[in-house]
């Protein structure tokens, strides 16, 4: 398996900040006919509408070809650095915007967006399909789900097979003895995931126990490094970029859907995933999408937002960016469904906590930690 290919879902989230790159995807060629958006932007409306997004969005070319077929507008696609970069530059140019739709802010960042006044509402045709505990937005449609993705324990299934040890199942069990000197995760205050691992132990523990909880897990020897690529490719054993580095970490904080990755890109491919997912350590994302207030192309927008929750593009998620689409029902290609781990209780913290407390969760945090 390629460790370059490994991550086209988690390039945006190693880091808090990087540097932004914004670049464009040509627009397709219409293959239908002028739709009734393209009738409510008027006879000159623009047949363009422009998406913002972190770098890592990808979608299949087929799958925009068909929203051109089905709405005769194109796409135009800007991509912004992370998650946290692309949504800095939108709250800088806020009420004039650089494109119509923004993809990409999550629950952990959601209501900063939305107290900065980023979008306008929109009921996105298929909301109905989306279960109700992600329509964190509710009341207002300002933001629509379109995806979601688990950070979870992930565990090299050989070494415990090796010896004979039962791998973790919870956060609990990460502090018993028996895993001394086995966990990496990544640092919370320049990484996405090591954020969300924080935030599961927030979850979990409380605002009077999560302390408590990381000076045990620093007692019994959790590594910490910057970002994805290094605790993954390099510190845990159980990837194939570990394999090759030596690494001696077993468990490494990652994701639900790493397993069905490491699958995908083995060569030959292996008949079971050779790493598995610790469910009762995993924390909740969803992702979101919204109209941007001020974009040029409102109708253009509105017609994104309802097929990013259509049927080809549901479909097309979890292979792309390797993410959980938002409608549930949606087909799942059979690798992804076959390796990935289903987590049927992630752990979650409202929105409004993680922006009350995430700049002193943070800064509490890289002081126990890092004394």
């Known amino acids: 398996?390629?460790?370059?290919?490994?991550?086209?879902?988690?390039?945006?989230?190693?880091?808090?900040?990087?540097?932004?790159?914004?670049?464009?995807?040509?627009?397709?060629?219409?293959?239908?006919?002028?739709?009734?958006?393209?009738?409510?932007?008027?006879?000159?409306?623009?047949?363009?509408?422009?998406?913002?997004?972190?770098?890592?969005?990808?979608?299949?070319?087929?799958?925009?070809?068909?929203?051109?077929?089905?709405?005769?507008?194109?796409?135009?696609?800007?991509?912004?650095?992370?998650?946290?970069?692309?949504?800095?530059?939108?709250?800088?140019?806020?009420?004039?915007?650089?494109?119509?739709?923004?993809?990409?802010?999550?629950?952990?960042?959601?209501?900063?967006?939305?107290?900065?006044?980023?979008?306008?509402?929109?009921?996105?045709?298929?909301?109905?399909?989306?279960?109700?505990?992600?329509?964190?937005?509710?009341?207002?449609?300002?933001?629509?789900?379109?995806?979601?993705?688990?950070?979870?324990?992930?565990?090299?299934?050989?070494?415990?097979?090796?010896?004979?040890?039962?791998?973790?199942?919870s956060l609990d069990d990460l502090v018993k003895p028996a895993y001394k000197n086995l966990l990496v995760t990544e640092n919370a205050a320049t990484s996405s995931p090591g954020l969300g691992f924080l935030l599961a132990t927030a979850g979990r523990y409380g605002d009077a126990g999560w302390q408590g909880y990381w000076q045990k897990l620093k007692d019994n020897g959790v590594k910490v490094v910057d970002g994805w690529e290094q605790a993954y490719n390099e510190e845990f054993s159980g990837s194939a970029g570990g394999k090759k580095a030596k690494a001696d970490r077993p468990l490494v904080v990652s994701y639900a859907s790493s397993p069905p990755v490491e699958v995908l890109f083995a060569e030959p491919r292996p008949a079971e995933a050779p790493t598995g997912v610790a469910t009762g350590t995993c924390f909740r994302q969803v992702e979101f999408a919204g109209l941007l207030d001020g974009a040029k192309n409102e109708a253009g927008g509105k017609a994104l937002l309802d097929f990013l929750l259509g049927k080809q593009f549901q479909q097309d998620l979890p292979l792309k960016m390797f993410v959980n689409p938002a409608v549930k029902d949606t087909e799942l290609p059979e690798v992804y469904a076959k390796f990935g781990a289903t987590v049927d209780r992630p752990l979650t913290v409202a929105p409004k906590k993680i922006a009350d407390n995430r700049e002193q969760w943070v800064k509490s945090w890289s002081s126990l930690v890092n004394k």
């Not at 293959?31 to 299949?60: I, Q, R, W, Y």
């Not at 005769?72 to 800007?78: A, E, S």
């Not at 998650?83 to 900063?112: H, M, Y």
């Not at 980023?118 to 300002?142: I, S």
């Open 1 to 169: 398996m390629s460790t370059i290919k490994r991550s086209v879902r988690t390039t945006r989230r190693y880091a808090a900040v990087s540097v932004a790159a914004v670049l464009s995807v040509g627009a397709l060629a219409a293959c239908g006919g002028p739709s009734d958006g393209d009738k409510e932007a008027g006879a000159g409306g623009s047949k363009t509408v422009t998406l913002v997004s972190h770098d890592s969005f990808d979608v299949s070319p087929a799958v925009l070809k068909e929203f051109t077929r089905q709405s005769g507008y194109t796409v135009k696609v800007l991509k912004s650095g992370d998650a946290g970069a692309a949504l800095n530059q939108e709250i800088l140019t806020k009420g004039s915007p650089r494109g119509d739709v923004f993809f990409g802010v999550d629950n952990t960042l959601l209501s900063r967006a939305l107290d900065n006044g980023l979008f306008q509402p929109y009921e996105a045709k298929g909301l109905n399909g989306v279960p109700a505990d992600l329509q964190l937005d509710k009341g207002e449609h300002r933001v629509t789900p379109v995806d979601t993705g688990d950070i979870c324990v992930n565990y090299d299934k050989k070494y415990f097979a090796e010896k004979k040890l039962a791998p973790p199942k």
